[in-house]
T-cell receptor, first 115, second 115 residues
Framework: AQKVTQAQTEISVVEKEDVTLDCVYE???????LFWYKQPPSGELVFLIR??????QNEISGRYSWNFQKSTSSFNFTITASQVVDSAVYFC????????????FGTGTRLTVIP | DVKVTQSSRYLVKRTGEKVFLECVQD?????MFWYRQDPGLGLRLIYF???????EKGDIPEGYSVSREKKERFSLILESASTNQTSMYLC??????????????FGPGTRLTVL
């Protein structure tokens, strides 16, 4: 069974603070894919990053960075020097290699950046 | 840019009405998906389609049906709307491929209220 847990329901930070959003996943597959999406107030989910299970390299894209650790089944997302525009709901998702093409989503973390 | 559009942003219907939610994508994607999003539950898959006239049930198909007569269009049908179907409905599309790495692209969502 596939499962994604985002234990942080809501987080508030003051602008320019760093913030880490946690994601823990469960799967029995050896090949799988992990994703992060952002949902701003407009409602449309925006793809941020994907990772396959064989690529444990961390990635940095501007103020965003991702830490993938298979040993702890985690795929955490850090925003450095947060900005008001980062306020959104962030979803972590998992897809296995076999079976359906659908994504299993976590319940999301609502991030509020206070000016 | 991939564009996924949904016919309505907001919809209000009465209990027992038949409701059609339309989704169109313009990137020739094989896969299309319907999710519903509820607070505290994240996104849950209702149905998906991997080809014209092909469909597969997701995690919560009860009370819904779908139609895919053309590759670019995927419709979600509520045969007899009920108040527990009040939710945000999100359509997505992606390229195909077994074990595909391809991310899903989402529409802006339809917020349906059933009175």
């Amino acid at each position: 069974a596939q499962k994604v847990t985002q234990a942080q329901t809501e987080i508030s930070v003051v602008e320019k603070e760093d913030v880490t959003l946690d994601c823990v996943y469960e799967t029995r597959d050896t090949t799988y894919y992990l994703f992060w999406y952002k949902q701003p107030p407009s409602g449309e989910l925006v793809f941020l990053i994907r990772r396959n299970s064989f690529d444990e390299q961390n990635e940095i894209s501007g103020r965003y960075s991702w830490n993938f650790q298979k040993s702890t089944s985690s795929f955490n997302f850090t925003i450095t020097a947060s900005q008001v525009v980062d306020s959104a709901v962030y979803f972590c998702a998992l897809r296995s290699r076999t079976g359906a093409n659908n994504l299993f989503f976590g319940t999301g973390t609502r991030l509020t950046v206070i000016p | 840019d991939v564009k996924v559009t949904q016919s309505s942003r907001y919809l209000v219907k009465r209990t027992g009405e038949k409701v059609f939610l339309e989704c169109v994508q313009d990137m020739d994607h094989e896969n299309m998906f319907w999710y519903r999003q509820d607070p505290g539950l994240g996104l849950r898959l209702i149905y998906f389609s991997y080809d014209v006239k092909m469909k597969e049930k997701g995690d919560i198909p009860e009370g819904y049906s779908v139609s895919r007569e053309k590759k670019e269009r995927f419709s979600l049908i509520l045969e007899s709307a009920s108040t527990n179907q009040t939710s945000m409905y999100l359509c997505a599309s992606s390229l195909a491929g077994e074990g595909s790495y391809n991310e899903q692209f989402f529409g802006p969502g339809t917020r349906l209220t059933v009175l």
